[in-house]
């Protein structure tokens, strides 16, 4: 299931995206908090808004659980168009009601070595490249025991795989401007 990008055919929404590229890069947290609608959705549970959203984010540029971490991450998993929304990544979109997204995560990256065993240097049994994967134990340091569709398992390290639940970003055309209206994980 490669990211696919839905999005390039409005130009406004690819100045949006490549403006906040640029954001991104620069770890601008000022310009971030601009793109954001006054009433972004933060979680299920009732936070809204920019203030919300900057209580929540970590926005140290050091930090592996930083804002930037994950939204270069997303960035790089495609856009979709979900009714005249834009949700990125687009992996968040394509998965159907019915299908057991609990149990399954996506290989987000090219090559990523489905290995025999737990420990780092156990040898590689595949390789895999957007696999959709069962999730058979998630109780490794940084690390998911995987079934593979041909019934295989093994071991892969978590920033290889993407769950269709993990954080999605949701833009809208907002009084003629794109902004940022939910930025969210879970069902």
Not at 37 to 61: H, L, Q, T
Not at 119 to 148: C, N
Not at 164 to 179: S, T
Request: glycine content about 8%.
């Amino acid at each position: 299931m490669p990211p696919v990008d839905e999005c390039l055919g409005d130009p406004g929404f690819v100045k949006f995206r490549n403006h906040l590229q640029q954001v991104v890069e620069r770890r601008d947290k000022k310009a971030l908090l601009a793109l954001l609608s006054p009433y972004v959705i933060v979680n299920f549970g009732g936070m809204r808004g920019p203030e919300a959203f900057a209580a929540k984010w970590d926005f140290d540029p050091r930090s592996h659980d930083s804002i930037w971490n994950r939204l270069e991450i997303m960035l790089r998993l495609g856009c979709a168009i979900d009714q005249g929304a834009r949700v990125i990544p687009s992996l968040a979109v394509r998965f159907d009601p019915g299908d057991e997204v609990f149990d399954v995560m996506i290989v987000a990256k090219q090559g990523a070595q489905l290995r025999g065993g737990p420990e780092p240097g156990d040898p590689a049994i595949a390789t895999l490249a957007w696999d959709v994967v069962k999730v058979v134990d998630q109780s490794g340091d940084l690390q998911t025991k995987v079934r593979i569709a041909d019934g295989r398992e093994g071991w892969m390290f978590d920033d290889d795989l993407y769950s269709p639940l993990n954080y999605r970003m949701v833009v809208e055309k907002l009084r003629d401007q794109w902004l940022i209206t939910a930025f969210v994980a879970g069902d």
